[in-house]
């Protein structure tokens, strides 16, 4: 079946070291988008891509990384440099522009300790 | 930019009791809008959207929403809830031209009570 895969589900670091969230999708989809939720706050967006060797940022890009090297591939990576990285991290994925209609991963929960 | 305001952050009802999230939004072209169910620690799923055609629009789990351009709202509802619809529900708006970016409303908790 198709969709998107998220991993790990959960993921521990300590403080001041870099952590590389897996976002892989089988739907032959153009864009991918990650997101970061909190509580209360909603879905904010890190980074997205609308085609493979190009991304842009997001609304609240400072502190991560990402690269598009392949279609089915969009890793995100957490920096040192992000003041506050304990979240649930949301990948997701569409079919390309004017499309609209997402299909999501499962999540990665990281805590930073 | 797009905002989405989700007017109620919790709601709480009774089970087989109606109920409505509202969901409104800011925009001066045309929208594509959608609602997004979200279970504990899961990704998101999508319940319904609106592109075009009729403004009632029908989607899984027995919810529907009407899409209101004159007073910009597009709320959800269900006639009568079940224990299992106890989940966030995420209100989403995008242009087309705007390559597809979604922007999400801050989601309305939804708890259904024996």
């Known amino acids: 079946d198709g969709g998107i895969t998220q991993s790990p589900k959960y993921l521990f670091r300590k403080e001041g070291q870099n952590v590389t969230l897996s976002c892989e999708q089988n739907l032959n989809h153009d864009a991918m988008y990650w997101y970061r939720q909190d509580p209360g706050q909603g879905l904010r967006l890190i980074y997205y891509s609308q085609i493979v060797n190009d991304f842009q940022k997001g609304d609240i890009a400072e502190g991560y990384s990402v690269s598009r090297e392949k279609k089915e591939s969009f890793p995100l990576t957490v920096t040192s440099a992000q003041k506050n990285p304990t979240a649930f991290y949301l990948c997701?994925?569409?079919?390309?522009?004017?499309?609209?209609?997402?299909?999501f991963g499962s999540g990665t929960r990281l805590t930073v300790v | 930019a797009q905002s989405v305001t989700q007017l109620d952050s919790q709601v709480p009802v009774f089970e087989e009791a109606p109920v409505e999230l509202r969901c409104n939004y800011s925009s001066s072209v045309s929208v594509y809008l959608f609602w997004y169910v979200q279970y504990p620690n899961q990704g998101l799923q999508l319940l319904l959207k609106y592109l075009s055609g009729s403004t009632l629009v029908k989607g899984i789990n027995g919810f529907e929403a009407e899409f209101n351009k004159s007073q910009t709202s597009f709320h959800l509802r269900k006639p009568s809830v079940h224990i299992s619809d106890t989940a966030e529900y995420f209100c989403?708006?995008?242009?087309?031209?705007?390559?597809?970016?979604?922007?999400f409303g801050r989601g309305t908790q939804l708890t259904v009570w024996p």
């Open positions: 997701a994925s569409s079919p390309g522009a004017g499309s609209g209609g997402y299909t």
């Open positions: 989403a708006v995008t242009r087309g031209s705007t390559l597809g970016r979604l922007y």
